[in-house]
Structures are given as structure tokens and as C-alpha cells.
């Protein structure tokens, strides 16, 4: 079945059909347009939330590395590769859908225009044969009128007695010239009704269904480009479903690479102490004698200092083998993170002795100023701070030492004792200490309320109603410094303890 043969009169009809299935592919290609845009802002806005929720936060979380939260990194890295692959949809969609269709879009317009554009033409074409054989069938019919006039004249002048010869010749002429000229118009309009008998045949057995059937094969074509484009549509996701799909494996692959166990385990790891619990709270029967509390001057009171000085030595330990260590320990970290880390560290401590020497300067002046002008002040009353002064001093340098030997074993900074020396006040040179540096400070007495193992470094075994010299109150850390009968200096929780 075609259209030039069962549709030739339905010629609106085939008109508005066929621009209504050029509308139906333009509607299509804008459809993709927007789809297209659609996949491209998505996966905008997929790269912004990645960015949003990338790792973020304080130093020592992005130090601590656990298995969920590397996960959730690599969830964030395969997101914005699965945003990646929207983007290259939208591309793909747009060069190989839009473009294409809407080249093959504006060649069927052209086409149709063509065609209706070569129907219009026939149809002018016969409208003017028709007008041409009104106009001969017009004039036959008038020049027939004045023959038939003529004939009836000349009938009449026949009849008539009074007319003479030369009247009846006279209207005879008239009447053949009248004759000939109607058999003359009469011909040319039987000329041009043949001519446009043919002309309308034409029209209507030939030229209207070739066109027609053109239309009709135009209109398979439109519906066949817009078929594939929805093939076309589909395909073109289902080329990056492989993509997509490793994408989200991926995603799977590291929410199952998760180890809860050894989450947990690092953060023992990162922050456990090394000490007991503490024991039951004893009971304190008040009705007992209660022993006379221990003079509080007493308590106060500083003893010497035996501290062996040297001068111009370029040796220096810490103040006290048993004092715990508060050294940092970024033995964990990268190479290159853990010199920037130790250099930091170091400035830091430099910092900090400079203080304590400027301070030593200070407290030095102010003692000759004493000794000179004993009613400004008593010189010995400053000992105490000068004491402490030379010990915080020596402890620094102790903790500067270490930290630049742990510099110094990854590659980085200059040597210790340009790092001392660049801190050293020159009125302080004067002090320096070797390996026998020797500090006693007890500043009271106390007593241990449970047993403690001191198995970390730095503190002391105790057991509990022994009874102990207090070197150094807690200073906010939750550790006091204490020394036992037998000599051992250490450190133990200050909860353990019980001044006296």
C-alpha cells in the first residue's frame, strides 16, 4: 500500500503528517539535549560533593590510619570516577544523538519542502490550463450566440419581400463570417479541453503519487532515524555500564577490605597508658588516732642541690636518667612528615630554652644586684629559683638531644650542638653538664594507696602503705614524681598517692 495511489486526494492530510513527524524528531533531539545537560550537572554536582566530604581534619586523625576511614576515601575517589563517566555520557549522547539527528533533521525538512513545493507547481500548472479553457469555452459559447444571430437575420431578410438582393447577399457574409469564426473558437476550445484532460491525468495519475510515495518514503526514513535514535539512546549508557560498574565494585571492594578488629586495636595502640586501675577505696576508721600532719614548712622545704658543673664542656645529658621521657613519637610517620615534625619539635624546644636562659640571666643580675645591696633582698632567697632554673635548663637540652638524634637518623638538620649553641645565651655558657648531673628534690612525704607495676617507662614500682619521698606535685598531667626508700626515682599516677 502507498500513499500516491490510496491517499491522492488527501493532500492536507499527508501535509500536516509529515510535519508532525518532523516535530516528534525535533521534540527527540531536544529531549537528549536535556538529558545530556541533566548527566552533566549530575556529575557536577557528584564532584562537589566528593570535594565536600574529602578527608578533613585535625593532624593527628589524618596520623592514625584506619581501615574505614581509607575506605571511605577510596569510596569518595571512585565516585568522582563514576562522576567521570556521567560526564562522558552526556558527551557521547550529545555528539553521536544530537548532532547527528539534527543534521538528518534539516535535510528532511529541505526534502519535504522539495516536495510540496513540486506538488504546488502541478497544481498551478493545471489550475492555469483550467483558467485557459474557461476562457476559449467562454469565447465559443459568445461567438456561437452571435452565429446563431447571424443565421436568424439572415432568415428574416429572406422573408422579407421588400429586401433586395443585395441585402440578402449582405447578411449572408455576415452570417458565414460568424459561422467561421464560432467553428474557429469552437475548435480552439475543444483544443484546450483535451489539454487539460491531459494535463489532469498527468496530475493525478502521475505527478501527485510520485510525490506522494516520495513523502511516504521520506516519512519511513524519519521513523526508521528516530527508532535507531532510541536504540541509540540506550546503547550509548550500556557502552559505559562496564566503567560504571567497576566503579561501583570498587566501592564494594573497600567497604569489605574494612577491619573492624584492627580499627579498634590501633586506637589501643595510639593511646593506652600502661596503667592499673585503681584499687577498692580502703575504709578510714576516723575513730583511731590520727597521726600529726607533717609541719607544712617541712613539706616546702627544698634541700640541697648536688650538682657537679664543668666548665666549656661540650657534653650534655639529661638532668635524670629516670625521668619519663616526653618525646614524641612519629617513628609511624612518613619519612619526609616525620622531619617536618622533629624540625618542629626542635624549634619549639629552642624556643623554650632561650626563655629559661634569658630567665637565668635575669635571676644571675638580680643576685649580684642583691649581693651588693643586701636591703634590696636576700641573695640565698633566689637559690631556689636558680636551682630550678638549672634544672629545667638541663632537661630541655636532654629532650633537644633526642629529638636531633632521631632528626639526624632520617637525613635532616644541622648537628646538636649547633642546635644548642644557637639557644645559649652567652652569660649561660658558663653552665654545662655532664653524665653525673645529680637532682634531689623531695618536697614532702606521701603514701601509696594501691599497688602500681610501673612497667612504662619513666615510672616507679610502688606497693600500697609504702611510704614515699614526693619529688614533684602533679603538674596537670595526671603523674607525680616520687622516690622509694631504696633510691628508685619514678614516676606513679597521682591518684595512687596520698600527701602526708
Known amino acids: 500500500m502507498d500513499w500516491g495511489s490510496n491517499l491522492w486526494d488527501q493532500h492536507d492530510v499527508i501535509e500536516r503528517h ?15 539535549k536535556e538529558r545530556a545537560e541533566i548527566e552533566q550537572s549530575y556529575a557536577k554536582q557528584l564532584r562537589t560533593l566528593c570535594k565536600k566530604y574529602s578527608r578533613r581534619g585535625i593532624k593527628e586523625d589524618q596520623e592514625i590510619k584506619l581501615t574505614n576511614q581509607q575506605a571511605f576515601q577510596e569510596v569518595l575517589n571512585e565516585l568522582n570516577n563514576y562522576a567521570s563517566q556521567r560526564e562522558q555520557l552526556s558527551e557521547n549522547m550529545t555528539t553521536t544523538i544530537c548532532v547527528d539527528l539534527t543534521k538528518k533533521l534539516n535535510d528532511l525538512r529541505l526534502e519535504r519542502k522539495n516536495y510540496l513545493s513540486d506538488i504546488k507547481k502541478s497544481q498551478q500548472n493545471l489550475e492555469s490550463t483550467y483558467k485557459q479553457l474557461e476562457v476559449s469555452k467562454k469565447r465559443f459559447e459568445k461567438e456561437w450566440k452571435e452565429a446563431e444571430k447571424a443565421i436568424q437575420l439572415t432568415e428574416k431578410v429572406q422573408q422579407d419581400p421588400s429586401s433586395t438582393k443585395a441585402d440578402v447577399e449582405k447578411v449572408k457574409q455576415q452570417e458565414f463570417s460568424r459561422i467561421h469564426i464560432s467553428d474557429v473558437c469552437k475548435n480552439e476550445y475543444a483544443s484546450q479541453l483535451q489539454r487539460y484532460n491531459k494535463e489532469q491525468e498527468n496530475y493525478y495519475h502521475t505527478e501527485i503519487p510520485t510525490v506522494f510515495n516520495k513523502l511516504q518514503e521520506m516519512e519511513e526514513r524519519r521513523i526508521r532515524m528516530l527508532a ?35 580499627d579498634t586495636a590501633v586506637l589501643i595502640d595510639q593511646y593506652k ?47 635524670d636518667k629516670n625521668t619519663p621521657s616526653s618525646l614524641t613519637d612519629f617513628s609511624r610517620l612518613p619519612s619526609d612528615k616525620r622531619k617536618k615534625c622533629l624540625q618542629e619539635k626542635i624549634d619549639e624546644l629552642n624556643k623554650e630554652l632561650q626563655i629559661e636562659n634569658e630567665k637565668s640571666e635575669a635571676l644571675q643580675k638580680m643576685k649580684g644586684v642583691y649581693e651588693m645591696n643586701s636591703q634590696l633582698g636576700d641573695p640565698s632567697s633566689l637559690q631556689p629559683q636558680i636551682t630550678q632554673n638549672v634544672y629545667i635548663i638541663a632537661h630541655l637540652k636532654g629532650e633537644l638531644k633526642k629529638y636531633q638524634t632521631q632528626l639526624d637518623e632520617v637525613g635532616g638538620g644541622p648537628g646538636i650542638q649547633n642546635q644548642i649553641s644557637s639557644s645559649v645565651s652567652p652569660s649561660s655558657d658558663i653552665y654545662d653538664f655532664d653524665e ?30 609504702e611510704q614515699l619521698s614526693l619529688m614533684m606535685e602533679d603538674q596537670g598531667d595526671g603523674w607525680a614524681k616520687v622516690q622509694r626508700s631504696n633510691g628508685d626515682v619514678g614516676y606513679v599516677p597521682s591518684s595512687y598517692i596520698k600527701y602526708i
Not at 567497576?246 to 578488629?261: H, M, P, W, Y
Not at 637532682?439 to 612497667?455: E, K, R, S
Open 436 to 465: 653525673d648531673f645529680d637532682v634531689d628534690l623531695p618536697i614532702g612525704q606521701c603514701t601509696a594507696l594501691y599497688d602500681f607495676n610501673g612497667d612504662s617507662e619513666g615510672s616507679v614500682c610502688i606497693q600500697m602503705g
Open 228 to 262: 535507531d535514535g532510541y536504540v541509540q539512546f540506550s546503547e550509548t549508557e550500556k557502552q559505559l555500564l562496564p566503567n560504571v560498574n567497576k566503579c561501583l565494585d570498587a566501592i564494594s571492594t573497600a567497604g569489605r577490605n574494612i577491619n573492624e578488629k584492627q
Open 273 to 319: 597508658s600502661g596503667a592499673a586501675p585503681p584499687a577498692d577505696v580502703e575504709f578510714e576508721d576516723y575513730s583511731q588516732v590520727i597521726k600529726p600532719a607533717v609541719n607544712e614548712n617541712t613539706a616546702q622545704h627544698v634541700p640541697k642541690v648536688r650538682i657537679k658543673l664543668f666548665q666549656k664542656k661540650n657534653k650534655v645529658t639529661s638532668p
Open 18 to 32: 509529515t510535519q508532525s513527524g518532523l516535530e516528534v524528531l525535533e521534540r527527540y533531539v531536544k529531549f537528549v
